[in-house]
């Protein structure tokens, strides 16, 4: 039995590197072992635009790669499937890119994808799965977030791709030149249009939950409510300090919580997550101080929240 391959060289892949061989292609981008590389030079499995082809050929941006892979064995299956999954992968990660320089890059996280690893998600976090992609493209150096957001808050992160540049940009945060401006949909109307909730919070100890209290540390929430239809409230947020589950525990905390954040008494019953999304991360180039400013729409759940109360 046989398996088809096919993908189409980018222009992205094609400028990463100035080996621009066919082989480089199979290995690089699709991840075939050395001994699948070597097969495929002596059999008819392998194509560029539907034109039989050598691994010693070169290929140019939009060049469509085509391979019949064998699947007698068990073996060859379970290496074959291993390939797709991780250019599926490969896929999805580079689409998630917003913008990239030598220094930095800013990621737009799907909801459900934690940032970084923990128990359970060893292999699928954000920050592993970015490693794993530059470490098999030949590119040595750990990429480190600055700032976090929580497994099921979706929207843009920000990654240091060197020592030196993490060390700029989180004295950048301590300083307010880096800013986050998030989108968030809560229940209810609001009773005055923008506002600054002042609350401090502290960790509920055994529990995820943070609570307003004296003894907490001091957190500020600025909001402006962009729309309201009398169920919902799309609100657009800036933090002046980053606790952890500052917007969905002040919200809570002032009667408005997250629609879809029921750990702090939202509603799940048109959306199974918090609704909350960082919209725009504002930075200055830790080398040539040039501001970059990216934004990111609401993503699709978030959207037909809105649709469906309309």
Known sequence: MERVL???????????????????????????????????????????????AHVSMNVKPGDQIRIILERDAAASTDENRKNSDRIAEKRKIRELIRYED??????NKPAGMPVHASHGHLDDSLG?????????????????????????????????????????????????????????IAEGTFEHKEGVIDLPLQKVTGQRRRVTDEEGKPSFTRYCVLRSNGNLSLLEVQIDTG????????????????????????????????????????????????????????????????TSEE
């Open 6 to 52: 096919v993908h189409t060289v980018s222009e992205e892949e094609y400028r990463a590197s100035e080996n621009h061989s066919l082989r480089r292609f199979l290995s690089v981008d699709l991840h075939l072992s050395r001994h699948s590389i070597s097969r495929l030079k002596f059999s008819d499995s392998l194509f560029i635009n539907d034109q039989p």
């Open 128 to 184: 592993t799965l970015l490693q794993k992609e530059y470490q098999e493209e030949g590119m040595d150096f750990t990429v480190r977030a600055i700032g976090r957001l929580d497994k099921d808050v979706s929207g843009l992160v920000l990654f240091a791709k060197n020592r030196f540049a993490a060390q700029i940009l989180w004295e950048e945060k301590k300083a307010g030149k880096l800013s986050k401006t998030y989108l968030a």
């Open 102 to 107: 030598e220094d930095l890059l800013i990621v």
């Open 243 to 306: 606790r952890t589950h500052q917007i969905r525990s002040h919200l809570s905390a002032i009667g408005h919580p997250l629609a879809g954040d029921d750990l702090y008494g939202g509603s799940i019953s048109k959306i199974k997550r918090p609704a909350l999304h960082c919209s725009t991360i504002r930075a200055v180039q830790p080398f040539t101080e040039n501001t970059i400013v990216i934004k990111e729409d609401l993503p699709e759940d978030m959207q037909r929240l809105l």
